[in-house]
C-alpha cells in the first residue's frame, strides 16, 4: 500500500471514530451542546456580524446613490381645507396660506440662536443627522410604537421642505439620504434659515417672518431674544402653547419650554447669565392676541378648531405624530372634514344665546357686561355626536373657546358625580345604611364632615348658611344642598369618586381627593360637561363626544372612532341618578326657568345647575332622552383675562344680582332644547328618584302635610301614587326654616330660603368652589 493509500485510509479511520462514541457514548456526555458550540464560534459569530455590517455599509452606499435631493415643493403642498356641516353643506373654507420668507440677516443673531438652543445645541458641528436618535425613530416605526423627538434642525427642515410628515420606514431613510446631502451642499446659515422659514408656528402662520406678526406685530428684525425664545419655544406645540389658547397646562409647559430655551443659551454661551437672570416670561415674552383667519368668524373659527385638533388627536394615535407633526399635517393641506355639526341645531343654538344673554348685555352702563363669557356644547347621547357649540361672542373677538375651556369650577354640577360613585359602589353612610334617593343625610350648613367618628377639617356652607336639617338625597340635589354631598363623598371615599369621575369622562390628572373637590372646584369644560352627562343619558355607556363626521385627503382617509364606548357604570346606576336630576328640574334649582318654561312640550329633563365660587362660574347642564347641552358662562376680565364675578351683570336680576346657574345658563339651555326637540320620555330601570316617585319635602310645619307639596310636572314613565303621608318626610323642621318648592327666584333670598341655587363662600384652605 502506498503512502496515499495509507493517509486515506487513516483519515476514514479517523472519521469513523466519532460514530462509533456516538453510539455508545460515555456516562454524562454532552454531544447536542458540542454541536451547538461548533455551529455559534466566536469565528462565525464574528464573521456574521461582520458580513451584516457589510451588507448594511453597502446597503447605504446603494440608497446614497439612488436618493437624490428632491425639489422643494412645501408652498406647493399648501391647500385650502374645506369644513363642512352634517349635510354636506360647506361651513367654511381655510387656507389662505400665510407664508413670508426673510433673509436670516435680518434674523437678529440671539433669536437664531433661540432655535438653535430649543431644537439641536450641536446644529453647528453635526453631520445634519442624529444618529440614535434616527436609530431608535426607524426601530419604533418598525415596532408601532410611535414617535420621538431628537431630530436635528437640518431632518427637520427636510422633512417640512422636501419630505412630509408620514411615519414610515422608506421616509425616514430617505430624510437620513437627503439630510446628510442637504448638509453637505448648503451651509449651517443656508439650512437654519430654510428651517425656521419653513416651520408651522400657529396661528397659520408659516415662517419667522409670519409668527412675528401673528405674535408680535412686529418684523422678524425687531424681535428680541425673549420673543424669539417664545416663537421657539412654539414649534414643539403650535396650537397648545399659544398663550391666547392655551389652558392652564398649556401655559405652564410653554413657560417652562421657554426657559428651557434660554438657559440652554447661557450654557451655550450665547446669552449673558446676568442678563438672563432679568428676564421674565410674562413680562417680556407675553404675545398679543391673534387676528381672525377669513373663513372663521363668528362661530365658525371655534368649530374648526375643535375639527382641527380631533383630526390631529387621530393622526398622532394612527400614524405616531407629534403634536406639531399632527398640526403641521392638517392645517391647510387640503383635507375635506366633515363635521357632526346640525346647522338647524347651531343657528337654534347661538339664537338661544343671543336672545337669553348677549343681547342684554350693555359695557357702556355696566362694566361688568364686558367680562361676561358663555361656552355650550350639545351632544346626541345616542352616538355621541356633537351636534351644536357655541365657543364665545366671535373668533375674531374672543380666540379662547369657551366651549373647551378648563379653567372654570364646575361647581354643583359635579355633584351627580358624587350620587353616581356612591350607587355605583354600593357605598354607605357612617351608620351603615344604603346611600340611595331616599336616604336622610344632616343638611346643616356648614355642618363639620365626619369620617368613622373623626372630623376632617370640612365643613361647607350651604348657600345663605340655611340649615335643612334631616333632609333626603333627592331633596339635598334639588337644593344644591353643600353638606350634604360633602358627607356623602366622604362616606363614598373620595378616591372612588374621583375614579368615577374619570371614567365618566373627566380629565383628573393631577387632581386631589380631597373633601372640597365634592364642590366641584376643579376645573372643566362644557365640552366635559355634556360627554359626563350624555354617560348617564345613555344608560351608563360611556360617551366621548366627537365633532368629525369624517376627514379625507385626495386618496386617503381617516379612521374616526366611534363616540361610544363600554359600560363605565350600571345601567341601575346610570337611571337613578338621572331619574334624581330630574327633581331638580320639576322641584328644585331649575324649576322656573326650565320646567315651568312655556316653550316646553311634554320633553321629560334631567339636570343640575351650578355656580362657582364668588360667582365667577354658573352652570345648567341638562337632558332628555335625545339630547345633552351643558351651558356654561365665566366672568373673564375683558382686559386682563383674569377670573372675575359676574355679580350685577345684565342689571336684570334682583339684587344682589346673583348670576345663578338657574338664570341665564338654565334660560339659554330651555329657549335652545324646547326649540330643538319633541316629546320624549326617559326609558329608565331604576326605583329610585323622582321620575319615579314623588319628591319628598321637607315643610315648615312639625307634622307632614297629607300630600307632597310639589309632584313631578313631567309624568314619569311608571305612575306611582304616593301615601296620604309621605313615609320619608322629615319629622323635625329644619332649623332655620325649610326650603320652599316653589320657583326659585333670581334676585333677593327671602329668610331661610334659597334663591334658585346655591353659591360660594371661600374656604379657610382657599379651595372655593363652594356652588350648586
Known sequence: MGRAEERRARQRGHRAAPQRRRSAPAAGARPAKGRIRRLFTWKKMLGTFLGLCLLGIGGFIVLYLVVDVPEGNAAARQESNVYKYSDGSVLARVGDVNRESVDLAKVPKEVQHTFVAAENKSFYHDSGIDVRGLARGLFNTVTGRGTQGGSTITQQYVKNYYLNQDQTVTRKLREMVISLKVDRRLTKDQILAGYINTSYYGRNAYGIQAASQAYYRKDASRLSVQQGAYLAALLQAPSQYDWAAAGPVGKKLVEARWNYVLDNMVKQHWLDPAQRQTMNFKKDAIPKDPKGTPGEEGQKGYLVRLANQQLEQQLMKQQGLTQAQAENAVVDRGWTITLNIDKKKQVALEKAVKSQLTSKLNAKKRKVDADIQAGAVSVNPKNGKIVALYGGQDYFKHYFNN????????????????????????????????????????????????????????????????????????????????????????????????????????????????????????????????????????????????????????????????????????????????????????????????ADNPLRNGQQVAGKTGTSDENKSAWFTGYTPDLVTSVGLFGEDNKTKAHVSMMGATGLLLPPGRVNGGTYPAQIWAAYTFGVTDEAKFDLNTTQGAAVQPTDTPTFSQTPSQTPSNTPSSAPPTSTTPSTTPTRTPTQTPTTGAPTTGTPTTGAPTTGTPTGDATDTPLDEGNGGLGQ
Open 403 to 594: 366651549a373647551t375651556r378648563r379653567d372654570y369650577q364646575p361647581a354643583s354640577t359635579f355633584k351627580p358625580v358624587i350620587l353616581a360613585a356612591a350607587l355605583e359602589n354600593n357605598a354607605t353612610t357612617q351608620t351603615g345604611k344604603p346611600i340611595a334617593a331616599n336616604t336622610i343625610y344632616d343638611g346643616t350648613s356648614g355642618r363639620q364632615v365626619v369620617d368613622h367618628g373623626s372630623k376632617v377639617g370640612f365643613g361647607p356652607p350651604n348657600e345663605d348658611k340655611v340649615d335643612y336639617g334631616p333632609i333626603t338625597v333627592q331633596k339635598a340635589m334639588n337644593q344644591s344642598v353643600n353638606s350634604v354631598f360633602a358627607q356623602m363623598g366622604v362616606d363614598v371615599g373620595m378616591t372612588k369618586v374621583m375614579d368615577t369621575a374619570k371614567q365618566l369622562g373627566m380629565d383628573t390628572d393631577g387632581m386631589q381627593a380631597v373633601p372640597a373637590q365634592t364642590l366641584g372646584s376643579m376645573g372643566a369644560s362644557p365640552l366635559e360637561m355634556a360627554g359626563i352627562y350624555a354617560t348617564f343619558d345613555n344608560h351608563g355607556y360611556k360617551v366621548t363626544p366627537g365633532i368629525l363626521k369624517s376627514a379625507e385627503q385626495k386618496d386617503r382617509s381617516v379612521d374616526i372612532p366611534d363616540p361610544i364606548g363600554s359600560q363605565v357604570i350600571s345601567r341601575t346606576a346610570a337611571d337613578t341618578v338621572t331619574s334624581v336630576l330630574t327633581g331638580v328640574v320639576d322641584d328644585g334649582t331649575a324649576k322656573k326657568n326650565v
